[in-house]
């Protein structure tokens, strides 16, 4: 049987919440399931040995790239789906545009949420009341990316990671400025953690000039000897890393998200995002800013993570 399921959000995060929902279809129907996903997605870099992934379609639809938008780019779409004989679809919004691709695409059975209903869908709660009224399946497991021993056994000794040592994951980086704790923030916590255990940090960030600049920073810094950086490293080859690390340390970033579906435990750092970005799986453990409650759009509260929060939660997950 082939099924295909289609999720259009941006980013890697948005991604990983939904594995969850593939993994219950394939489940269901004892087979891999196929994604359309967008390029920005980078799926094909972390879900490659996935085993209830099957076939990773890109959806060519955004600024970089609008092969797929438009009628002619519709038409193009429609025959990517149709050479793949598809038995039942799963498609993840509420887009007509979406029902007539699968209609023409010569799909036999079409899921979908309610049409033209996008207004105030939940991220996690949407999709689970989906397959529930349509499949009657209760989806309650955290995100899972698979990666094999051997490529795990590869890093550990490329990188050589000392299980002797307190390993961990920085993800410095983030999706905008409002989202990167400061490096002294980092940084305080480091000399705190050093002064008592023996680690090695592995600090994941991107090029943007913004990251680069807080990563430098701690580079530059008196622990540049216990850092190793990773930002030339594409994310199919950090994968192993954060697997093989004790535990993650993360701004609301795509690594945030990454980290938790390979069962690494996983802090993170919600500034200025709402907290179900930080807490749907169980091994994230969020720590909002000083002095607030709850987090959302515009906390801006990337000054105001405190350092020991951070230290006291390391060693409660430690310990």
Known sequence: MRILAVQNRMGIGDTVIFLPFIKALSKKYNSPISILVKESSKAKQYLYQTNYIDKILLLERDNNNNNHGGLFG???LINYIKKNS???IFIFNSSFRFYLIAKLSGIS???QYP???KANQHIINTPKKFLQNKLSID???DPEIQ???LTISKTIEKFQINKDETNILLGIGGSGPTKRVPAKIFLAFIDKILKIKKCKFFLATGKNSEEQI????????KFKDHCVPLDNLPIKEILPIIKSCNLSICNDSSFSH???ALNTKTITLMVDTPIIYGNYNSKMFPIIPDGETIVSHHTSGKDRINPQKIFDKVIEILT
Do not use: C, P, R
């Open 74 to 76: 519709t038409i193009k």
């Open 86 to 88: 598809f038995d039942k």
């Open 109 to 111: 059975e079409i899921y």
């Open 115 to 117: 049409l033209f209903k």
């Open 139 to 141: 989806v309650n497991e």
């Open 147 to 149: 990666i094999d021993n």
């Open 214 to 221: 807080i990563l430098n920073e701690i580079l530059q810094s």
């Open 258 to 260: 990454l980290s938790a």
